[in-house]
């Protein structure tokens, strides 16, 4: 991918830098326009597509595809189309950062910046404890539940993880490509297909269908807390945005691409979504490990108890390329956010291949910190939640500051040249962006409020722990502009060495 923001990171192209664009442009030529609809609409699918966050949601069983509707208005196609605009209009230099910056100010870019760093140091226990449970279903599946057993494997794997992408952006790529394929597409592939056999079969459903009034899930605030969970399943839907100049017709084949991809991932995501839902009991889906519990009942009620552990490795490569491709982009974007100046300078540390070590060791150790969490909870399913509803709303507050910038800057800097525009002038950027405002204000809202298909504890401590917890993330950066200094800049030969490696990355 030539500029990709997060999640700026992509399987077969993970970590280019939030802030660059393509070679040509920085020359003055026009990158050649070589995508067409299909192309676009497999970008947004590659960097999308993961099964780890579909346990979530299968928690409303056949409502399941309600929620998955509502994010779909909500939030899927509002930030496909508004990134499309921004990314044509300014892909000479790229990425959310610079899109809020022109709109807003240089404070507000590095709050865009930091909520998209900081909400991978609570991800990142996440994907751990799913990666461990898929390790243990490997050879022992009794030990997904073992607290300490997932600890150990969690900080194996993620200091592991950091060290190999001191390596650079190229040794990250090839964990993180064919990693994808293996442990998303083909195990994705083969759920679906297992739960058609299921229902074909006459098993029977562990969550049975009632009609229409099945697919309504109960609408009570606390039972539509894990729709901020199928937003964190969505993030990324931006990516092809960000090739609106390679586009050989924008104006007709993004709406096409956006509408294909979206068809696409809600399809995967919702037949995914039901295989699990029909096969395992709402009560006793471990949200880090419900994937694997629905192969392994599928394994040996349809006799095919072989196939568990070659899905589990599968499933724990799949994890591993995406741990590295979220570890690596957004470190290398906020590395090069603070050779801006924004940030001080102890984030400004690389190696000789440019990697943000500074970065990688601090993102490593916090994120070690959170992970405590899995020691500590009532429950697995309590932190992996906890954890995934903090990632969610430092989230929202990158993409609401995105949503706006699009809108704003269609007011202020109207005569900037966008080959993609979103239809119907004002009014139409307006409705799509106001969607996505509501659906990421509307996720951040229900995520203070406690899940009651999971126990929290008490209410009122768990409400208050959120909103500590995400005001400490998301405030520094306001505090940090406060202190900023002109001698945070990186020098002249730092920067032009970093431009020179990312030109030579494309």
């Known amino acids: 991918m030539a500029v990709i923001h997060k999640r700026e990171a992509a399987p077969g192209k993970p970590g280019l830098s939030l802030l660059r664009g393509h070679p040509e442009a920085a020359k003055g030529v026009r990158p050649k326009r070589v995508l067409g609809m299909t192309s676009l ?18 928690e409303y069983g056949w409502g399941s595809i309600f929620i998955f509707g509502l994010a779909l208005v909500g939030f899927m196609i509002p930030i496909s189309f508004a990134a499309a605009e921004l990314a044509s209009g300014w892909a000479e230099t790229g990425g959310v950062y610079v899109w809020v910056r022109e709109a807003f100010g240089k404070n507000s870019g590095s709050v865009a910046i930091w909520a998209d760093w900081a909400e991978n140091l609570v991800w990142f226990p996440t994907v751990l404890s799913f990666i461990a449970a898929s390790l243990a279903y490997l050879l022992v599946p009794s030990w997904a539940n073992n607290r300490a057993w997932l ?27 064919w990693g994808t394929v293996l442990g998303s597409v083909i195990p994705g592939v083969l759920l679906i297909g297992l739960g058609i056999g299921w229902l074909a079969s006459g098993h029977p459903l562990a969550a049975p269908y009632h009609g229409a009034h099945s697919l309504m899930p109960g609408l009570s605030l606390s039972n539509l807390v894990f729709f901020s969970g199928v937003l964190l399943a969505f993030a990324g839907m931006e990516m092809a945005g960000f090739h609106a100049r390679e586009a050989k017709n924008p104006k007709r084949d993004f709406p096409r691409a956006t509408l294909i991809a979206c068809l696409a991932l809600v399809g995967l ?5 039901l295989a699990i839902a029909v096969v395992v009991p709402q009560h006793k889906i471990e949200l880090n490990s419900g994937l694997l519990q629905a192969f392994a009942v599928f394994d040996n009620k349809l006799g095919i108890s072989w196939l568990t552990r070659p899905l589990s490795l599968l499933i724990f490569a799949g994890g591993i390329a995406l741990l590295s491709t979220w570890m690596y982009g957004p470190a290398r974007g906020f590395m090069r956010a603070s050779f801006e100046g924004d940030y001080p300078k102890v984030f400004q540390g690389h ?10 060791w601090i993102q490593a150790g916090i994120g070690t910190l959170f992970a405590l969490l899995f020691l500590f909870e009532p429950t697995i399913s309590t932190s992996y939640w906890i954890l995934s509803a903090l990632t969610t709303q430092l989230l929202v507050i990158m993409y609401v500051l995105m949503f706006a910038a699009v809108i704003r800057l269609r007011y202020t800097q109207p005569d900037r040249p966008r080959p993609y525009k979103i239809p119907g002038g004002k009014l139409g950027v307006w409705i799509m962006a106001g969607l996505g405002i509501a659906g990421c204000v509307f996720a951040f809202y229900v995520g203070f409020v406690p899940p009651s298909q999971i ?38 030969k730092t920067m032009a060495a970093v431009q020179a490696e990312e030109s030579e990355d494309e």
């Open 269 to 273: 995501y919702v037949l995914g979504t």
């Open 455 to 492: 126990t929290t504890g008490n209410h009122t401590l768990y409400i208050s722990l959120m909103i500590l917890f995400t005001a400490v993330l998301a405030v520094p950066p306001l505090v940090i502009a406060r202190f900023r200094k002109p001698s945070w800049q990186a020098d002249p």
């Open 151 to 177: 600890f150990i494997v969690m900080m194996i794997v993620f200091w592991g993880t950091t060290i190999a992408n001191f390596f650079g952006v190229r040794a990250s790529a090839r964990i993180s490509s």
């Open 41 to 58: 609409a497999m970008i947004d699918i590659a960097a999308v597509i993961s099964l780890r966050n579909l346990p979530t949601v299968a």
């Open 351 to 360: 190696n000789a291949k440019l990697a943000p070590t500074s970065v990688l």
